[in-house]
């Protein structure tokens, strides 16, 4: 029987639900959910499947160990114990970096060293040296302290997993690749969904949308730290990589109208939208947000959009006018949903009704709510 490993994905606050689903499709088990971060368990192929399929995850590390500790004798020797060898070899690169919150080993430079002393110091009594040359493969191991309990993982993602690799170029102020792709989910995004973003930037929204109906795993076109592991030597990540390949739904009907009122924008959208492989799916156009409609003939249809706001692009005033009249064009109507991100606490009073659902999230560090505007379904029952 194969071994588990015990795996840990940061997510972004407000997308654990998500991740957790996710997670659990590709088959990890045993989760756990804290707050921004899911533990879960399986077998080592796990790990090519987290990184190139989870949509909403940060990154994926191993755990190695998880222990309370709350003085720098406690923390060198607990970390000693690990059996760090199963994975790192002699002659690998073993750098650290990591938090600390709330925690009495709050200098993180310290526990860095002590960290990294107390591997070399098992490396020592295991290989029999001194000295390590650390010119092989990189094993990043990155600690957590919370409430001095002490997580040591080994990183195997390398670059966020939000880096899918179609977006080089972005405008001013773009909503992460993750937290677009969380907000599709939450949006019942399917094959054969119509979206539109009126306010597109660089299509960040409309291609996770497009990417999430057509079944296209975000991580198939990028490499990954753990490739270069002895460990990964067995072509896993080219079989899973090949399976995600065969499993990407051609079929599927998804059309996406994104448009924006910067040229710039537009250019950007098609640009980045090629680089993805769904350009296909996904229509731009230069209009302003206040000329919005929405395609006749194509039925129900899902709006997904990030409005610019004060804190990013525009003066208060100016994207509190965007909301008023984002609100004039997108009224109640049986086929349509909205999805609208935004930190203003007056975003409902502006937009001219209240949301059906809210869901709190973080777009980078700015605390954000989706608005979700949606049909309410008929009550059925008896009538008495």
């Known amino acids: 029987m194969e071994k588990k490993v015990k795996l840990c994905c940061p997510c972004m606050f407000g997308l654990e639900s998500v991740l957790s689903y996710e997670i659990k499709k590709i088959g990890g088990e045993s989760l756990m959910v804290t707050d921004g971060r899911i533990f879960f368990e399986g077998p080592l192929e796990l790990v090519a499947k987290a990184n190139i399929w989870l949509r909403t995850a940060e990154r994926v590390g191993i755990v190695m160990g998880q222990f309370r500790a709350e003085s720098f004798t406690e923390l060198f020797d607990r970390t000693a114990l690990i059996p760090w060898e199963e994975f ?4 690998d690169r073993f750098p650290v970096k990591g938090s600390s919150l709330r925690s009495k080993l709050h200098s993180v430079p310290d526990c860095q060293k ?3 002393r107390a591997i070399v110091r098992r490396f020592e009594n295991v290989y029999h040296k001194q000295a390590f040359a650390e010119t092989g493969a990189l094993y990043q191991v990155q600690f957590s302290i919370q409430k001095d309990i002490v997580t040591l993982v080994l990183d195997t993602t390398g670059a966020s997993l939000h ?3 179609y977006r080089a170029n972005a405008n001013t102020a773009p909503i992460k690749e993750t937290l677009a792709a969380g907000i599709a989910d939450l949006a019942r995004i399917r094959e054969n969904s119509v979206v539109y973003d009126p306010m597109c930037g660089s299509g960040t929204l409309v291609i996770e949308a497009a990417l999430k109906a057509m079944n296209i795993a975000p991580g198939i076109r990028r490499k990954f730290t753990a490739q270069t592991w002895s460990c990964f030597q067995n072509g896993v990540f080219d079989q899973v990589r090949k399976q995600a390949v065969s499993q990407v739904n051609r079929n599927a009907t998804f059309m996406a109208y994104a448009s924006d009122i910067d040229p710039e924008a537009v250019r950007l959208t098609m640009e980045n939208a090629a680089k993805a492989g769904v350009a296909s799916r996904i229509q731009v156009k230069k209009a302003d947000v206040a000329d919005f409609s929405p395609k006749e ?8 959009t990030n409005p610019p ?4 692009l525009l003066d208060i005033k100016q994207a509190e006018e965007i909301y008023r009249v984002l609100g004039r064009v997108c009224p109640p109507r049986e086929d349509l949903s909205y999805y609208i991100i935004s930190p203003s606490d007056q975003f409902e009073e502006l937009f001219g009704r209240d949301a059906v659902r809210r869901r709190k999230l973080y777009n ?3 605390k954000c709510q989706l608005f979700m505007y949606y049909p309410k379904p008929a009550r059925t029952g008896a009538v008495l």
């Open 88 to 91: 790192i070899g002699v002659d």
């Open 309 to 312: 706001y004060g804190e990013r």
């Open 364 to 366: 980078g560090m700015i």
């Open 297 to 304: 003939g194509v039925g129900s249809g899902i709006v997904l």
């Open 163 to 165: 880096k899918r690799g």
């Open 114 to 116: 002590i960290i990294k």
